[in-house]
């Protein structure tokens, strides 16, 4: 690794760090400024009963004081703080909790639109205008326009209601192919167009002429130079793609219920559980930040003829 390439690690490192500073002082802020207060909807609670549980989570103290405390908290413990709902439990433990499904979830479902999306984005650009091509844009075309909900409500009211083959619930495994297929169709549809374009691109360009002019195979054309050189508009989308399906798609895990971090981040809205919804916030703008960070690096990986300035 020579001197520029670790200059400009660390100095994305520095802006990620940065920006997830950022992050967690406007979460903070936005909702301290929020009316109300997150035991406003407590059955029959009294002032001074209110005074009591503001005065327990700290949130009576001035807001600068609050923000200081949260700030450490989370820099040297990673802490969250406490549920302001779910009495007992730390925000940390449910965030741990939903991620172990929503990881799971989101993991087989980026990889899942990332083969399929570039194996029929390299047959659609190696078969171009040819009937085959016009059959997966027809379809791409038709995931890519089509919303998560009308998806996933169509798959969840054919293949769980009329013909009883999945459950509709995603508690189980079982429960979680439908949702994996609804999360993974719109990835899939959009990076097999990516794909195909790109590659159209790359197989246009005067090195794989000059290749095909000197004998060499089409399989290493292909394979060997353009089907590489055209994954990098690829890399740079799945990237925060899987940051996002990690985290969990809110809408999905809704129709399905899925017990997922999207699940819960939805639940505390409702709930005005400001701990849980900064927490949550963080983890997924951290996540992207990471992500957009090892794409960028991958992109000298892939394409040695990229200067990391």
Known sequence: MNSKTLFYIIKRIGLAILTVWVVITITFFVMHAIPGGPFVGEKAISASAQAALESKYGLDKPLMEQYGTYLKDIITRF???????????????????????SV??????????????????????LRRNKLIDKII??????????????????????????????????????????????????????????????????????YIRTAKAKGVSAGK?????????????????????????????????????????GRAFVSSITNRDYPMVMGTTIVLAALIVVMNLI??????????RINLE
């Not at 979830?105 to 659609?124: C, K, T, Y």
């Not at 429960?175 to 159209?200: E, V």
Request: hydrophobic share 50%.
């Open 137 to 206: 844009m027809v379809f791409t075309t038709a995931f890519v326009s089509m919303p998560s909900f009308i998806i996933g409500s169509l798959m969840l009211a054919l293949f769980s209601v009329k013909l009883q083959w999945l459950p509709a619930n995603g508690t189980t495994s079982a429960g979680l192919i439908l949702p994996i297929i609804t999360l993974s169709l719109y990835p899939m549809a959009y990076i097999t167009r990516l794909t195909r374009s790109s590659m159209l691109d790359v197989l246009g360009q005067d």
């Open 295 to 304: 794409s960028d690096i991958l992109y000298k990986v892939v394409d040695p």
């Open 221 to 261: 054309i292909i394979f060997g130079h353009a089907l590489k050189n055209s994954l990098i508009p690829v890399i740079t989308y799945f990237g925060p793609m899987l940051a996002y399906i990690v985290t969990g798609s809110l809408v999905v895990e809704q129709i399905y219920a899925v017990p997922g971090i």
């Open 104 to 125: 799971k979830l989101g993991v087989i479902s980026a990889f899942s639109a990332l083969i399929v999306g570039v194996v029929l984005g390299s047959v659609a650009a």
């Open 79 to 101: 802490d969250f703080g406490p549920s302001l709902k779910q009495r007992g439990r730390m925000v940390t433990d449910i965030i741990a909790d939903g991620m172990k499904t």
